[in-house]
């Protein structure tokens, strides 16, 4: 697993939490942000998913 791989899912998990934290208190902007963070983890860890094939493809 590189850096990205585990940034991005570190950065779901943090988005994860703000969407719950934010649902319970009714909190609509922090559910929000918790939504788009989930999706730049998403993101991230697909790109690091792309440079793990290339390094693959590589050897």
Do not use: H, W
């Not at 994860?16 to 649902?23: M, P, W």
């Not at 989930?38 to 390094?55: F, H, N, S, Y």
């Amino acid at each position: 697993m590189n850096r990205n791989q585990m940034r991005g899912v570190a950065q779901q998990i943090k988005g994860k939490l703000n969407e719950i934290v934010g649902k319970a208190t009714g909190n609509r902007t922090q559910q929000i942000k918790g939504d788009l963070q989930q999706a730049a983890g998403t993101a991230r860890k697909a790109l690091g998913d792309g440079k793990q094939k290339l390094r693959r493809m590589g050897r």
